[in-house]
């Protein structure tokens, strides 16, 4: 059965003609799908009870159903490992904050081919891009089990497994119904886009009427320990993704997110510090230091309290803006492509 989620207005009004349908009823049917909560035909009480059954003979609402969660709605991140109908799983995340805001972080691709050495999610590579309707189909989702609580989903973080600029044109037709008022109604600037730094891709996302918040996975400040941990660096560089950046800052006067890894005795030393913070001195940037979630088959360590703060206070020092984000899904294998794995075979 095809998922209605993926037929445009156009084929849904002629198909409704068909059934003799005036062609109002293809806008009242849109409305439908965008409301949280709304997963059956039987539910969208203002169409016809024939029409509501012949619609449910030809299509479906959802094609994905959850094969495992992590943590609970109490807890700071929600995992959920989502099954698409080709047997294949990706990971979709509901992150609860203090102020009581709720946020999705979504998948791009199955796998990913950027293998970061510390990340979970491109330890088998790339299995194939998620179509538009697949990403669409995790907001939806998202914003289901909130509805369900009386909760709405009002951000979303380009966060979980792939790379997003590897899919963008997938991505980006997701997100323009993501936002729009006849969609979800979540604004780009509640969106944030982390990419691996792609400066091509960086360039599109400068180039969008709206653009979404851009966050860069940087982990290091010169290529040679870049290269080391992120293999997708040779042939790219610092410089050159601290230029997209800026280029990126200049169109959309949008302060930049660079993501920051802590991995002990890597990237974590004060001469590392100082060095990062020399490369984006002068920018009106944010470094977001995010300690290193273990994952079970990687070598890599935490730093230590006293060495994240330390690492903090050196960007601190040379005026560098900082976040400590904490590690909401330690828990619950929120490192990307974790929860994948563990159920591998299960
Ligand atoms: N491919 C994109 C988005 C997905 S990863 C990107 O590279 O930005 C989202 C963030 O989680 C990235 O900054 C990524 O480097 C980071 N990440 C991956 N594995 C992690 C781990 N084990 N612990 C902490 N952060 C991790």
Same mark, same amino acid.
């Given at each position: 059965?095809?998922?209605?989620?993926?037929?445009?207005?156009?084929?849904?009004?002629?198909?409704?003609?068909?059934?003799?349908?005036?062609?109002?009823?293809?806008?009242?049917?849109?409305?439908?799908?965008?409301?949280?909560?709304?997963?059956?035909?039987?539910?969208?009480?203002?169409?016809?009870?024939?029409?509501?059954?012949?619609?449910?003979?030809?299509?479906?609402?959802?094609?994905?159903?959850?094969?495992?969660?992590?943590?609970?709605?109490?807890?700071?991140?929600?995992?959920?490992?989502?099954?698409?109908?080709?047997?294949?799983?990706?990971?979709?995340?509901?992150?609860?904050?203090?102020?009581?805001?709720?946020?999705?972080?979504?998948?791009?691709?199955?796998?990913?081919?950027?293998?970061?050495?510390?990340?979970?999610?491109?330890?088998?590579?790339?299995?194939?891009?998620?179509?538009?309707?697949?990403?669409?189909?995790?907001?939806?989702?998202?914003?289901?089990?909130?509805?369900?609580?009386?909760?709405?989903?009002?951000?979303?973080?380009?966060?979980?497994?792939?790379?997003?600029?590897?899919? #963008?044109? &997938?991505?980006? $037709?997701? +997100?323009? /119904?993501?936002?729009?008022?006849?969609?979800? %109604?979540? =604004?780009?600037?509640? *969106?944030?886009?982390?990419?691996?730094?792609?400066?091509?891709?960086?360039?599109?996302?400068?180039?969008?009427?709206?653009?979404?918040?851009?966050?860069?996975? #940087?982990? &290091?400040?010169? $290529?040679? +320990?870049? /290269?080391?941990?992120?293999?997708?660096?040779? %042939?790219? =560089?610092?410089?050159? *993704?601290?230029?997209?950046?800026?280029?990126?800052?200049?169109?959309?006067?949008?302060?930049?997110?660079?993501?920051?890894?802590?991995?002990?005795?890597?990237?974590?030393?004060?001469?590392?510090?100082?060095?990062?913070?020399?490369?984006?001195?002068?920018?009106?940037?944010?470094?977001?230091?995010?300690?290193?979630?273990?994952?079970?088959?990687?070598?890599?360590?935490?730093?230590?309290?006293?060495?994240?703060?330390?690492?903090?206070?050196?960007?601190?020092?040379?005026?560098?803006?900082?976040?400590?984000?904490?590690?909401?899904?330690?828990?619950?294998?929120?490192?990307?492509?974790?929860?994948?794995?563990?159920?591998?075979?299960?």
């Amino acid at each position: 059965m095809k998922s209605l989620l993926s037929v445009p207005l156009s084929e849904l009004e002629s198909r409704l003609a068909l059934l003799g349908q005036p062609r109002f009823r293809a806008k009242q049917i849109q409305k439908w799908l965008f409301t949280p909560g709304v997963t059956q035909f039987e539910q969208m009480t203002n169409l016809p009870k024939p029409l509501r059954e012949a619609l449910s003979q030809e299509f479906t609402l959802r094609t994905m159903h959850v094969a495992a969660i992590l943590g609970t709605e109490t807890d700071p991140a929600e995992k959920f490992l989502l099954e698409l109908e080709d047997g294949n799983r990706i990971e979709a995340v509901i992150l609860h904050n203090e102020q009581g805001q709720h946020s999705l972080c979504a998948s791009t691709q199955i796998g990913c081919a950027m293998r970061c050495a510390f990340c979970a999610s491109g330890l088998d590579g790339v299995v194939r891009n998620l179509t538009s309707g697949e990403i669409l189909e995790q907001f939806l989702f998202a914003a289901d089990v909130l509805a369900s609580r009386g909760q709405r989903l009002s951000h979303a973080v380009i966060m979980g497994m792939g790379e997003p600029t590897a899919n #963008l044109d &997938a991505l980006l $037709d997701a +997100l323009s /119904t993501v936002t729009s008022e006849n969609g979800l %109604g979540i =604004g780009a600037r509640k *969106i944030t886009i982390s990419t691996v730094g792609i400066p091509a891709g960086i360039q599109r996302l400068a180039e969008l009427d709206h653009p979404y918040h851009l966050a860069i996975s #940087l982990h &290091a400040p010169n $290529d040679e +320990l870049r /290269t080391r941990i992120m293999p997708s660096n040779c %042939g790219t =560089g610092v410089s050159a *993704i601290l230029r997209a950046a800026d280029n990126y800052f200049e169109k959309t006067g949008r302060r930049v997110t660079y993501e920051y890894i802590l991995l002990s005795g890597i990237n974590d030393a004060p001469e590392n510090a100082k060095e990062l913070a020399g490369r984006l001195r002068g920018r009106n940037a944010l470094v977001n230091l995010i300690p290193y979630n273990p994952v079970d088959e990687l070598p890599f360590r935490t730093p230590s309290r006293e060495k994240v703060q330390q690492f903090a206070q050196i960007l601190e020092s040379y005026g560098i803006q900082i976040a400590l984000r904490h590690r909401k899904g330690e828990k619950i294998n929120a490192a990307c492509g974790q929860l994948r794995r563990s159920r591998k075979d299960s």
